[in-house]
């Protein structure tokens, strides 16, 4: 059982550059989440999807754009990429609010 | 809007010493609570939720409305606690809002 799945896992991207992250999890879970992880600042919230259809910004969005491609699939574009966007990022999916999240294993991201 | 703070970013102890790793949240309405950990090189997971009222790996957590309060704790803490600490509230519009997470170093 996958679970949740990031690719890719490291990535290095010169400023300007864009790329997307994608993140697919197979549990049939309803909400997907993408955050990302500095040191100190804990995991901040970049964008979630509910549903499938539905997407809402979180804490940072800027910069940023998601596409919920179906139930299963939740990514995440840099269009520009800024040398403030290195991070580590995660994708999450929960079935229900109130319920366990389940993480993937995060994408490495440094932007030279 | 919903908050969570940790007020520790960093918590050394000796193996055998009682831990708690605080954490405090803002929010308006009937919260719910978890702790998630993050062990060296492994995902981010769920600990344990205060809905359930259980001891995960000898760890408790109870929510204190009155003080706004959801505090980790554990008596004897073990090398293998080591790891982050990630205290978490929902719902609000389905956000899953994280605390600045605590790292606790068990030493030997």
């Known amino acids: 059982n996958a679970g949740v799945t990031q690719t890719p896992k490291f990535q290095v991207l010169k400023t300007g550059q864009s790329m997307t992250l994608q993140c697919a999890q197979d549990?049939?879970?309803?909400?997907m989440y993408w955050y990302r992880q500095d040191p100190g600042m804990g995991l901040r919230l970049i964008y979630y999807?509910?549903?499938?259809?539905?997407?809402d910004k979180g804490e940072v969005p800027n910069g940023y754009n998601v596409s919920r491609l179906n139930k299963r699939e939740f990514s995440l574009r840099l269009e520009s990429a800024a040398p403030s966007q290195t991070s580590v990022y995660f994708c999450?999916?929960?079935?229900?609010?109130?319920?366990?999240?389940?993480f993937g294993q995060g994408t490495r991201l440094t932007v030279v | 809007a919903q908050r969570v703070t940790q007020p520790e970013k960093l918590l050394s102890v000796f193996k055998g010493a009682p831990v708690e790793l605080k954490c405090n949240y803002s929010?308006?309405?009937?919260?719910?609570l978890f702790w998630y950990v993050q062990y060296s090189r492994q995902r981010l997971q769920l600990l344990l939720r205060h809905i359930s009222r259980e001891s995960i790996k000898g760890f408790t957590a109870d929510l204190n409305k009155g003080e706004t309060s959801f505090h980790l704790k554990k008596p004897f803490a073990q090398e293998e606690d080591s790891a982050m600490y990630y205290c978490?509230?929902?719902?609000?519009?389905?956000?899953?809002?994280f605390g600045g997470g605590t790292r606790l170093m068990v030493k030997p």
């Open positions: 999450a999916s929960i079935e229900t609010v109130n319920t366990e999240a389940f």
């Open positions: 929010y308006s309405g009937s919260p719910e």
């Open positions: 978490a509230l929902t719902p609000y519009r389905h956000m899953l809002t």
């Open positions: 999807s509910a549903s499938e259809g539905t997407t």
């Open positions: 549990m049939n879970h309803n909400s």
